[in-house]
Each structure stands twice: as structure tokens, then as C-alpha cells.
């Protein structure tokens, strides 16, 4: 593989991010969560988590990734999820009595997109409505998470797969999946 210069890596990921962000928007705008579209992702500006994403960006997947492989560890994840609540990993908290808490719906509705954006800017025109679900399937055996938001995300996937994203991604239809397995949190 060709080693990219630092300039097409810097762009390259500026673009990534930039789109990713207009994406989840986009997403977060169609089911309510105006605050949360605008505000999300911010943090990946962050010194600690943008030039750790130049420095193991590759264009077809999370430079995440890369850096956990490089090192075993990814310090722009560690940064990144720990300040931003629409990650499951937010709220673990391994010496509370509740590991794995509840996400409030907002975060849950905000994830759903993200995970959304996420595989469609990544796959690009290779993206379809069952692409997050076998992503989905092959992630969650690595997810340490809430069994009743675990459920939510399968269930809500699932229907992308059958009936396409604009038919499950509703305000109504989030709502009522967080109710169903999570009542009135």
C-alpha cells in the first residue's frame, strides 16, 4: 500500500470527519435531536483526537482502528469516548453496582445515527440497508453494553435491513424502541 504524505492524510481525514459530522446531522435533524446533530462529533477536533486520526488515517475505515493495532491501545478513542455520551462506552463504569447503565433516549437516538453515518461514509456507494446489521453482528460480541440497549440497536438495524433507514429512522419509532425495552427511563 502507498504511504500517503501527512497532507493527504490531513485532508483526508478533515473531509472524513467533516462529512461523517454533515451525515449523523442530516440523521440526528430527520428524527428531532436538533442539539444533538449540531453538537456531535466536536471533540474530534480536539488536538489528542485529530492528529491521532491524521497520523493512522487510511480512508476505508476508522483510523481508530489502525492505532489500536499500531499500539494496542488508541489514546484519540480513549479521549474521544470519554467525552462524548452517544457511546455506549461512556457509561461503563465497572465499580458502580450498574456496569452498564441505561443510556438516556437522546444518546441512544444519537448513536443510532452515528452508527448509521458512520457505515454509510465509510462503505460509500457500497453502503446498503443491511450493511449495519452484519456490521452490528460481528461488533457486539466486542460491546460491553446495557442488554436492553443492545436490543434496541438490534432491533432498530434489523428494520433498517428490512424496511430501509427512512421508514425506522422516526422520532416515533426511536421512541417507541427505547420505551418497549427500557420503559420510561
Same mark, same amino acid.
Given at each position: 500500500?502507498?504511504?500517503? %504524505?501527512? &497532507?493527504?492524510?490531513?485532508?483526508? /481525514? %478533515? *473531509?472524513?470527519?467533516?462529512? /461523517?459530522? *454533515? =451525515?449523523?446531522?442530516? +440523521? ?13 462529533? *466536536? !471533540? ?17 475505515? !476508522? ?14 478513542? +480513549?479521549? /474521544? ?5 452517544? /457511546? %455506549? =462506552?461512556?457509561?461503563?463504569? &465497572? ?43 460481528? =461488533?457486539?460480541?466486542?460491546? *460491553? ?11 432498530? &438495524? ?6 430501509? +433507514? ?18 420510561? %427511563?
Amino acid at each position: 500500500m502507498e504511504k500517503m %504524505s501527512f &497532507l493527504k492524510r490531513f485532508w483526508g /481525514h %478533515s *473531509l472524513t470527519i467533516n462529512k /461523517h459530522r *454533515l =451525515e449523523v446531522m442530516r +440523521l440526528c435533524f430527520k428524527c428531532g435531536l436538533i442539539k444533538q446533530g449540531l453538537m456531535h462529533d *466536536l !471533540s474530534k477536533y480536539s488536538f489528542i483526537e485529530f492528529f491521532s486520526g491524521v497520523k493512522y488515517y487510511q480512508g476505508y475505515r !476508522s483510523p481508530i482502528d489502525a492505532e489500536k493495532e499500531d499500539k494496542g491501545y488508541s489514546l484519540g478513542w +480513549l479521549h /474521544h469516548k470519554g467525552r462524548n455520551k452517544h /457511546h %455506549s =462506552e461512556y457509561w461503563i463504569d &465497572l465499580t458502580a453496582n450498574e456496569k452498564t447503565p441505561i443510556m438516556p433516549y437522546k444518546y441512544v437516538a444519537e448513536m443510532l445515527c452515528d452508527k448509521m453515518a458512520a457505515g454509510m461514509i465509510y462503505q460509500g456507494k457500497n453502503w446498503n440497508k443491511e450493511y449495519q446489521l452484519e456490521y452490528w453482528k460481528k =461488533e457486539r460480541e466486542q460491546t *460491553l453494553i446495557n442488554e436492553k440497549i443492545e436490543k434496541i440497536i438490534t432491533e432498530f &438495524l434489523t428494520q433498517v435491513s428490512i424496511d430501509g +433507514l427512512d421508514k425506522a429512522l422516526t422520532r416515533k419509532n426511536l421512541k417507541y424502541l427505547y420505551k418497549k425495552y427500557c420503559g420510561n %427511563s
